[in-house]
C-alpha cells in the first residue's frame, strides 16, 4: 500500500514521477508554438477535444500542462488551467462562464484591479453586486433567481478582511452556485478552498506559488464539485465532445483563455514550478515573521492600528485560527497622523519599497498613493482602507533584521 505523501514532498518529485524527456527531474521547458502530426486525424481529434494532445500554445504547452498538473495536486482539485497573470485567469474565466443576462455578487473588499475589471463588466452591462462578504447574510440578501456565480477573497488586499467562507459555500451549494475564491493570499499550502465548497479556486501564480518576484502568472483549478451537466451557459458544442466533469473547464480553455489570448509562457511556467517546490518551507517562515511583526507593531505607540488575521484584536482571528494553518504574509499597519508615510518609507532600509505580494523580501507600498489612488478617497473610506496605510508583504529575512530596520525608522 502507498503511504499519501506530504506537501513538499509530492510537488517536489511531481515532474520527476511524470517521467519528463531524458530522465530531468523538471519537465524541460518547450518553446514550440506549433506541434506537427504524422497522422492528420490525430490534430482533428485534439482540435474535436476527441483526445489529448497540443495543436497551438496559445491554449495549450507541455510545459505549462506540468504547471497546471502541480497546481492542481496542491489545490487537490480536478485540473487547472494556468494564465499569463491572476488577472487574465479571473477575466477569462468570468468571460466565458457568465452571460450579460446573469447576476454576481462579490466580495466589496476585493483587490484593487480585479474590482476594476469588475467595473468595467459593470460598464459593458453585466450585474454584479458588491458586498461585505464577511458575513453570509449580507451574500444571502442578495442572491437572485439569475444569480450565477459569488466571488470572494480569502484574506482581502489590503486590510485583510476574511470572507465567512464556510457558510458563504454552504449557501451556494443549497442554491446551486458557482463559488468562485482567489485563494492567492493564502496559497494552497495555507488553505484549500474545495475543503469550504468552492467551486472553483483562482491562484495569482505570480505570488507565493512562484514565490521569487521573477515570471507572472495565474491558474483557475476545477475542484469538481460543480455540477456542469445543469449550468445554463455550457455550450452546447462541448456537452458532445467532452466528460460532464470537464465541460467547465473545457469552456474556460476553450472561450477563455483561447480567445483572449492571456497564455502563459513556457519559460515562465518553467520558473513558476521550480519556485513552487519551496512553497511551504517560505510559507512558514513568512508567517512566522509577519506575526512577530505584527505582535511588535500592535505595541508601538506610532502605530494606529495593525491588520493582520494573527492578531487576536483582527474581527475575524478565531475564524482565521479555524481556517488557515498559518496567518499568511499579508499585513498592513495604520500609522499614526504624526508620522509622514512616504518619509517613514524612505527610511527602511532592508525592506523594498514594491508593489508586489509573496515575494521572498518584504516589501512595503503607500495604498491611498498607489494601488487605491484611482478609487478616490471616498470609496477608500468604505473599503477601510485609512490614508496613512502601509501594505506589508513579509518576506523570508532574518526576523532580527527586519525587526531592526522597522525600529530604526520609527525611531
Not at 454576481?104 to 475589471?117: C, E, P, Q
Not at 458563504?168 to 458557482?178: D, M, N
Not at 483549478?221 to 455550450?235: A, H, K
Request: with cysteine; glycine share 8%.
Amino acid at each position: 500500500m502507498t503511504t499519501k505523501k506530504g506537501f513538499t514532498t509530492s510537488i517536489l518529485h511531481a515532474d520527476r514521477l511524470g517521467k519528463p524527456e531524458h530522465g530531468s527531474l523538471h519537465k524541460p521547458i518547450h518553446t514550440s508554438v506549433t506541434y506537427g502530426h504524422e497522422d492528420v486525424q490525430d490534430l482533428v481529434d485534439i482540435f474535436q477535444n476527441k483526445k489529448k494532445g497540443y495543436a497551438y500554445s496559445r491554449q495549450g504547452n507541455p510545459t505549462v500542462t506540468a504547471l497546471e498538473q502541480k497546481v492542481t495536486q496542491m489545490e487537490k482539485g480536478l485540473a487547472s488551467i494556468a494564465f499569463s497573470t491572476g488577472m487574465a485567469a479571473i477575466s477569462a474565466t468570468i468571460m466565458a462562464l457568465i452571460k450579460h443576462t446573469d447576476h454576481v455578487v462579490a466580495s466589496s473588499f476585493l483587490f484593487g484591479n480585479t474590482r476594476s475589471i469588475f467595473q468595467t463588466y459593470i460598464d459593458m452591462g453585466l450585474n454584479i453586486t458588491f458586498v461585505d462578504a464577511t458575513d453570509v447574510e449580507n451574500v444571502r440578501n442578495e442572491i437572485k433567481e439569475n444569480t450565477r456565480l459569488v466571488f470572494v477573497e480569502t484574506i482581502a488586499n489590503p486590510a485583510t478582511q476574511i470572507a465567512d467562507l464556510e457558510a458563504i459555500g454552504e449557501l451556494c451549494a443549497q442554491k446551486g452556485i458557482i463559488y468562485m475564491v482567489d485563494n492567492t493570499m493564502t496559497s494552497p499550502f495555507l488553505f484549500n478552498p474545495i475543503d469550504v465548497k468552492a467551486g472553483l479556486v483562482i491562484n495569482s501564480l505570480t505570488k507565493y506559488i512562484g514565490g521569487h518576484g521573477n515570471a507572472l502568472g495565474g491558474s483557475v483549478t476545477d475542484t469538481g464539485l460543480v455540477n456542469w451537466t445543469v449550468y445554463p451557459n455550457i455550450f452546447e458544442t462541448f456537452k458532445k465532445q467532452v466528460k460532464p466533469e470537464t465541460l467547465g473547464l473545457t469552456q474556460i480553455r476553450k472561450k477563455g483563455l483561447r480567445d483572449s489570448g492571456g497564455t502563459l509562457s513556457p519559460e515562465a511556467a518553467h520558473s513558476i514550478s521550480v519556485g513552487a517546490e519551496t512553497l511551504a518551507l517560505r510559507m512558514e517562515r513568512c508567517c512566522n515573521n509577519a506575526l512577530a511583526l505584527a505582535q511588535y507593531f500592535e505595541t508601538h505607540p506610532l502605530i494606529k492600528k495593525v491588520f493582520y488575521p494573527g492578531v487576536k484584536s483582527h474581527p475575524q482571528h478565531e475564524r482565521a485560527a479555524k481556517l488557515f494553518r498559518k496567518f499568511g504574509g499579508l499585513m498592513s499597519i495604520e500609522l499614526d497622523e504624526s508620522l509622514d508615510c512616504l518619509a517613514f518609507l524612505n527610511k527602511l532600509k532592508l525592506v523594498v519599497k514594491s508593489s508586489n505580494l509573496g515575494d521572498t523580501r518584504t516589501l512595503a507600498i503607500p495604498v491611498a498613493q498607489t494601488i487605491f489612488f484611482e478609487l478616490g478617497a471616498e470609496r477608500r473610506a468604505e473599503m477601510g482602507i485609512p490614508e496613512t496605510m502601509i501594505r506589508l508583504s513579509i518576506g523570508i529575512e532574518d526576523l532580527d533584521d527586519l525587526m531592526a530596520d522597522f525600529k530604526e525608522a520609527l525611531g
